[in-house]
C-alpha cells in the first residue's frame, strides 16, 4: 500500500474562508482556486490521516512542537465566524512513531500536553494556520484523522530532519498519509504591507518558487539569511520541513499558484511522490 500520498504547500490567509473573505476573495481568485484543486487532489487519494506543519500553533524556540490531544477543534472566532468550526480526532498511533523517530534523529521536541498548554499559556486548539487548510480539506471531504505539528526556530537543517522523522513514521504506521506544510511567503511585498515594505521580498518569493518547481532543498538552505530576515515569512520552515518528507523521494512538483495582491506572498504547490517510501526508512 502506498503510504504516503501526497504532499502539499498551502497559505493560510484567513480571507481565504469565503464568509471572511468576502468581496476581497475575488482579488485572490487564483489562490483560492488552487487550494480546491489541491484539496480534491488529495482527497482522491482517499487519505486517512493528514499530518499538518503551521507555523501558527505552539511556537517554540528551541523545538518543534506536537499536539498530544485525542481530539483537536478550531474555529475563526477571532476573525468575526465562530460558527465555522473544525474538529477531527488525533492519528495516536503516527504520533507514537513520530516521537520515536523525533526521539532517535535527535530533534529537539516538545509534548504539547495540558500540562505544557497551561505552564505556557497556549491555546488549546487548532490554530488559523492549520484551520485554513484544513477548511478546504474537509470541504472536499476529508473526514479522517490528523496529526498537528508546530515548527520551532530551530535550524532549517533540524526542520529538514524532522521532515524525515516524519516520513520514516508514515512508513512505519502503514496508513494512508497526506502531509500539508501551512505558510506563507514574504510579507513586505508592497509599500503599503502591514509588515512594511522590503524589495528583498519579492526576490525571496522568486527565490523559493523556483526551489519550489525543482524540489531543490538545496537552494533553499543557501538562500541569504539577510534576505530571509527581510522578507518577513513564516513558510520556510514548513517548506523545508516538507522536502524533507520527501528527502530521498523522486517527486513532482506542480506550483499551482502565486500572488500577493495583499503585500503578502501566497503559493500553492502540490508534490507527488513518485515512488514508495524505501522500506530501510520503515524499521
Do not use: W
Not at 488552487?34 to 482522491?44: K, S, Y
Not at 524589495?199 to 532543498?217: I, S, T
Request: glycine share 10%.
Amino acid at each position: 500500500m502506498k503510504k504516503l500520498v501526497g504532499c502539499a504547500l498551502l497559505p493560510h490567509p484567513p480571507i481565504m474562508i469565503p464568509e471572511i473573505g468576502g468581496h476581497e476573495l475575488s482579488k485572490i481568485q487564483a489562490t483560492v482556486t488552487a487550494a480546491e484543486q489541491v484539496a480534491r487532489m488529495i482527497e482522491d487519494r482517499s487519505p486517512e490521516t493528514i499530518v499538518i506543519m503551521t507555523s501558527h500553533g505552539p511556537v517554540f524556540r528551541d523545538a518543534v512542537s506536537i499536539s498530544l490531544y485525542p481530539r483537536m477543534k478550531g474555529n475563526f472566532a477571532a476573525f468575526g465566524q465562530p460558527d465555522i468550526a473544525l474538529g477531527f480526532e488525533t492519528d495516536g498511533l503516527l504520533v507514537r512513531h513520530i516521537l520515536r523517530k523525533a526521539e532517535r534523529l535527535g530533534i529537539n521536541y516538545m509534548e504539547v500536553t495540558d500540562d505544557v498548554a497551561k505552564m505556557h499559556r497556549l491555546p488549546l486548539g487548532l490554530d488559523h494556520g492549520a484551520m485554513v487548510p484544513l477548511y478546504y480539506l474537509h470541504k472536499a471531504g476529508f473526514k479522517g484523522q490528523i496529526v498537528h505539528l508546530s515548527m520551532g526556530f530551530v535550524s532549517y537543517e533540524e526542520m529538514y530532519t524532522f521532515g524525515k522523522a516524519v516520513q520514516g513514521a508514515i512508513g512505519i504506521a502503514d496508513r494512508r498519509t497526506a502531509v500539508i506544510a501551512s505558510g506563507d511567503l514574504s510579507h513586505r511585498l508592497l509599500p503599503d504591507s502591514s509588515a512594511g515594505y522590503s524589495p528583498q521580498g519579492a526576490e525571496f518569493d522568486r527565490q523559493v518558487v523556483a526551489a519550489l518547481k525543482d524540489v531543490n532543498v538545496k537552494a533553499l538552505l543557501a538562500m541569504d539569511p539577510q534576505m530571509i530576515a527581510e522578507a518577513g515569512e513564516c513558510g520556510l520552515r514548513p517548506i523545508i520541513f516538507l522536502m524533507g518528507v520527501l528527502g530521498g523521494l523522486e517527486a513532482k512538483a506542480n506550483v499551482l499558484s502565486y500572488e500577493g495582491p495583499f503585500g503578502v506572498g501566497y503559493c500553492v504547490t502540490m508534490f507527488q511522490p513518485a515512488n514508495e517510501i524505501p522500506e530501510c526508512n520503515c524499521k
